[in-house]
């Protein structure tokens, strides 16, 4: 997400926490332009068209929330209501008890947190991880990591962090184990065929690892560290 998007998305939810809908509709929209799977901003631009007295644009909008996720209370209460204003009671009764269902199946805890709220704890995490890697106190910085990851487990940077404070504590088999699980995924993640290559360097693989650095120079030509790897390989 690009820095504007976070603004208008901070900008947007604190304008309609303080019931300023009028001021909030704009950043909110500029948010969906850019990323339309936030399911709370389309819950609340539902609220603001209701409150505007167009009661089809909220349904549309609470729907779509749910789309995003099925679990999302909040958003299954107002769809009901305006359901039921706009006559489609069956539809209110489908929609109310299907998010019922929704939350009754799945395990309490971070599982019900939405993508967002789930990136952010798991950033947190991450952080604790750097303030102990920065003391050398490697085995907690892996069990926030692992944690983050529970989270969000397609987080490449997370799994990229992981597999570094676990190269630093020794356990080099493991680190390569998570960076050519990254590189399987993102082939073009550059910081993680940069730290495939070093992890490759530390367990003497140096033909590996000049194959990933040079792979590296070929999807960012510019990228100093790895020329200097690369020259350090060469002598």
């Not at 819950?43 to 068209?49: D, E, F, S």
């Not at 395990?107 to 019900?112: H, I, L, V």
Request: one cysteine or more; charged letters at 30%; hydrophobic letters at 40%.
């Amino acid at each position: 997400m690009d820095a504007q998007t976070k603004r208008d998305l901070a900008l947007g939810r604190e304008h309609y926490a303080a019931g300023e809908y009028a001021e909030a509709e704009a950043p909110l929209r500029r948010v969906l332009d850019k990323h339309d799977g936030f399911a709370d901003v389309h819950n609340m631009l539902g609220v603001i068209a209701y409150q505007s007295g167009d009661p089809e644009t909220a349904a549309t909008a609470f729907g779509h929330a749910l789309k995003l996720n099925p679990a999302y209370n909040e958003a299954a209460l107002n769809y009901s209501v305006v359901l039921n204003e706009l006559g489609r009671y069956d539809e209110a009764r489908e929609a109310y008890a299907g998010v019922k269902a929704e939350r009754a199946a799945q395990p309490s805890g971070a599982d019900e947190l939405d993508g967002f709220i789930r990136g952010k704890i798991a950033n947190l995490h991450a952080k604790v991880a750097e303030a102990y890697v920065a003391c050398g106190i490697y085995a907690p910085a892996i069990e926030e990591l692992r944690t983050a990851l529970d989270l969000c487990p397609n987080f490449a940077d997370l799994r990229v962090k992981l597999a570094v404070a676990l190269r630093d504590a020794g356990l080099r088999e493991e680190a390569l184990e998570e960076l050519e699980g990254v590189r399987e995924d993102k082939p073009k993640y550059v910081d993680g065929r940069v730290q495939l290559g070093l992890t490759y360097w530390s367990l003497d693989r140096k033909p590996d690892a000049r194959g990933e650095w040079e792979t590296v120079l070929e999807l960012d030509p510019k990228n100093r560290s790895v020329k200097a790897y690369l020259s350090m390989a060469k002598d």
